[in-house]
């Protein structure tokens, strides 16, 4: 019963989780106070067929090809902000899905993503056809980190590797970071986006906490994923609550599901939630949005 992000074995159970119709069980690490499944689901692939990607399951990703003109929104933020830190080379979005922020990654950068899924990865490849004519933009490939499918990307090459909501499905985050820590540039910059467990929103939901979903087998805290970061050998962490953009993209993403005026009131939960993320109650923050870049 090892932690997955420190490998401490001081870990206890944590509790159950109902809510699905496959129940899970939660452990958390008393040492640097992230959770896991345990024990991790057999064959943790199979959530992610057609059906994951088409929002027809229970626990769905949502298709941004339908907002796409609304989401460029958040990718083109963040991409400027990624600008900061690597303004050209080779970017790679890993579990890009339909590949949205590699599209928009294109505008500077020589843009790659890829995903275990096969459907996302046709799909997106045939979307980006139809949008994009960037010649930058070098294709979406199926695979992951530890079975690395893009043989023309070499170690200590890759200027901009990103993770967005992708950690928390890895049950061995370890492995996966040290891959991206080797396929980056001295000087290169790795992007996670997840949840902080160790929040104040999180902690108060406890089991309850939305997050806890039968795919997520990871629950990095703030503590936990910097420490692993800098034990990998990422000489800075740079850490990110909410995100590493401003509120007007993601008000100006919203748009693309608004059907009347009175859609423009959802805006009032996602102000309060963006500036209360600036706010820490005990030392955490009060919500659970974070953004890490690690730099090599």
């Known amino acids: 019963m090892i932690c997955p992000v420190c490998e401490s074995s001081n870990t206890v159970f944590a509790g159950d989780i109902f809510r699905f119709d496959q129940p899970f069980s939660i452990r958390k690490c008393q040492d640097c106070k992230s959770s896991y499944q345990y024990p991790a689901p057999k064959n943790s692939d199979l959530?992610?067929?057609?059906?994951?990607?088409?929002?027809?399951?229970?626990?769905?990703y949502i298709d941004e090809r339908k907002i796409d003109k609304y989401a460029r929104y958040v990718w083109n933020a963040r991409i400027r902000n990624l600008q900061k830190f690597q303004k050209g080379g080779i970017f790679l979005d890993v579990g890009c899905s339909f590949g949205g922020l590699t599209r928009s990654?294109?505008?500077?950068?020589?843009?790659?993503?890829?995903?275990?899924?096969?459907?996302?990865?046709?799909?997106?490849?045939?979307?980006?056809?139809?949008?994009?004519?960037?010649?930058?933009?070098?294709?979406?490939?199926?695979?992951?980190?530890?079975?690395?499918?893009?043989?023309?990307?070499?170690?200590?090459s890759v200027a901009v590797v990103t993770m967005i909501e992708v950690a928390e499905h890895l049950e061995n985050p370890v492995e996966h970071f040290k891959k991206a820590w080797e396929l980056?540039?001295?000087?290169?910059?790795?992007?996670?986006?997840?949840?902080?467990?160790?929040?104040?929103?999180?902690?108060?939901?406890?089991?309850?906490?939305?997050?806890?979903?039968?795919?997520?087998?990871?629950?990095?805290?703030?503590?936990?994923i910097e420490a692993l970061l800098k034990k990998i050998?990422?000489?800075?962490?740079?850490?990110?609550?909410?995100?590493?953009?401003?509120?007007?993209?993601?008000?100006?993403?919203?748009?693309?599901?608004?059907?009347?005026?009175?859609?423009?009131?959802?805006?009032?939960?996602?102000?309060?939630?963006?500036?209360?993320?600036?706010?820490?109650?005990?030392?955490?923050?009060?919500?659970?949005?974070?953004?890490?870049?690690?730099?090599?």
């Open 233 to 296: 050998g990422f000489t800075s962490v740079i850490k990110y609550f909410p995100v590493e953009f401003g509120l007007l993209p993601k008000l100006l993403k919203m748009r693309g599901n608004f059907t009347s005026w009175r859609d423009y009131f959802r805006w009032i939960n996602v102000i309060y939630y963006h500036l209360s993320s600036f706010l820490r109650y005990k030392g955490e923050p009060l919500t659970s949005s974070m953004v890490v870049y690690a730099i090599k």
């Open 47 to 60: 959530f992610y067929t057609d059906d994951y990607y088409s929002g027809k399951a229970v626990f769905s």
């Open 105 to 156: 990654a294109s505008k500077y950068y020589l843009s790659y993503g890829i995903d275990i899924s096969r459907y996302a990865v046709n799909q997106g490849n045939e979307f980006s056809k139809q949008t994009s004519q960037n010649k930058n933009f070098k294709g979406l490939f199926c695979g992951d980190l530890l079975n690395f499918p893009i043989a023309e990307i070499k170690n200590s």
């Open 184 to 224: 980056l540039m001295p000087g290169g910059v790795f992007l996670i986006q997840t949840a902080n467990m160790t929040a104040r929103q999180a902690a108060r939901a406890g089991l309850n906490y939305h997050y806890y979903l039968p795919g997520h087998l990871t629950y990095f805290s703030e503590q936990g």
